[in-house]
């Protein structure tokens, strides 16, 4: 079967020096990763902007209003969501949030606000760790 080739736009979303991440809920329908944190974002739709996106999922995701920031971080992933092969290339922004009182969608069961020097302590989906790394590398912060 031929991989589905998608492209995402994710996110770290900033209020003040901390970064949110969210952990995945059981109950999350194209879940792969439940129980471990991921950072805000999706699949962009067919016809959408990608900033229009990016904002609609960290929306649906956190309830969160963001500013959008640079690009620093560009990656792929090839999970099987549902039984299809899917060939994801995604671009990772920094964000900022103007609150950060979190309204989170069934998808995510928990989040926390961290110091992204502090990424390892938490249970992360695979290949989030090289968007950290890419993050405090280019901020100074390694």
């Given at each position: 079967?031929?991989?589905?080739?998608?492209?995402?736009?994710?996110?770290?979303?900033?209020?003040?020096?901390?970064?949110?991440?969210?952990?995945?809920?059981?109950?999350?329908?194209?879940?792969?990763?439940?129980?471990?944190?991921?950072?805000?974002?999706?699949?962009?739709?067919?016809?959408?902007?990608?900033?229009?996106?990016?904002?609609?999922?960290?929306?649906e995701?956190?309830?969160?209003?963001?500013?959008?920031?640079?690009?620093?971080?560009?990656?792929?992933w090839?999970?099987?969501?549902?039984?299809?092969?899917?060939?994801?290339?995604?671009?990772?922004?920094?964000?900022?949030?103007?609150?950060?009182?979190?309204?989170?969608?069934?998808?995510?069961?928990?989040?926390e606000?961290?110091?992204?020097?502090?990424?390892?302590?938490?249970?992360?989906?695979?290949?989030?760790?090289?968007?950290?790394?890419?993050?405090?590398?280019?901020?100074?912060?390694?």
């Amino acid at each position: 079967m031929k991989a589905i080739l998608q492209t995402a736009v994710k996110a770290l979303v900033f209020r003040g020096k901390k970064t949110l991440i969210l952990r995945e809920s059981p109950q999350y329908r194209e879940g792969t990763n439940q129980g471990r944190y991921d950072v805000p974002g999706g699949r962009i739709k067919p016809g959408q902007r990608y900033y229009k996106s990016l904002l609609r999922e960290i929306n649906e995701e956190t309830g969160l209003s963001v500013k959008i920031g640079r690009p620093f971080h560009v990656d792929e992933w090839k999970p099987t969501i549902s039984g299809k092969k899917l060939h994801i290339f995604g671009v990772y922004f920094e964000c900022f949030a103007d609150s950060d009182k979190v309204r989170l969608s069934k998808d995510h069961d928990s989040f926390e606000w961290i110091n992204p020097r502090n990424y390892k302590e938490y249970n992360l989906v695979s290949g989030l760790e090289k968007v950290f790394e890419s993050y405090l590398r280019i901020n100074g912060r390694k």
